[in-house]
């Protein structure tokens, strides 16, 4: 059962994400709307994984579900997306258990309550 809806501004084909854990909105529908992504997540119990900071400012005013986990750490080339979040990615989803944001900056990691 999935626990990551990942937004369809993320890579789709990604080792890290690449689970059962994980939903990539381009297989639900890539034409949605901020609002209907935040809704199916809500409904399904989800943390939206994205780089929109739309999904950071609206959880800031309401409560869980959904969570976000905001990635901001600006374009880069994949290779180094990867290599940027996978060794801590780990940290990552477990910051995300207690907080409803999760804030990922190239060198530090911020979780809002």
Same mark, same amino acid.
């Given at each position: 059962?999935?626990?990551?809806?990942? *937004?369809?501004?993320?890579?789709?084909?990604?080792? &890290?994400?690449?689970?059962?854990?994980?939903?990539?909105?381009?297989?639900?529908?890539?034409?949605?709307?901020?609002?209907?992504?935040?809704?199916?997540?809500?409904?399904? =119990?989800?943390? &939206? $994984?994205?780089? *929109?900071? *739309?999904?950071?400012?609206? &959880?800031?005013?309401?409560?869980?579900?959904?969570?976000?986990?905001?990635?901001?750490?600006?374009?880069?080339?994949?290779? *180094?997306?990867?290599?940027?979040?996978?060794?801590?990615?780990? =940290?990552?989803?477990?910051?995300?258990?207690?907080?409803?944001? $999760? =804030? $990922?900056? &190239?060198?530090?990691?911020?979780?809002?309550?």
């Amino acid at each position: 059962m999935p626990k990551y809806l990942i *937004d369809a501004n993320l890579p789709y084909y990604f080792s &890290i994400w690449n689970s059962s854990e994980y939903i990539h909105q381009k297989d639900i529908d890539d034409t949605w709307t901020d609002e209907q992504i935040w809704e199916y997540a809500k409904t399904k =119990n989800l943390t &939206i $994984v994205t780089k *929109d900071s *739309d999904f950071s400012h609206k &959880i800031i005013f309401k409560q869980p579900p959904p969570k976000v986990i905001h990635i901001k750490i600006g374009n880069m080339k994949l290779k *180094d997306f990867f290599n940027t979040l996978n060794p801590i990615w780990e =940290n990552i989803l477990n910051m995300s258990e207690n907080c409803k944001l $999760v =804030n $990922v900056f &190239i060198d530090y990691l911020e979780g809002i309550n």
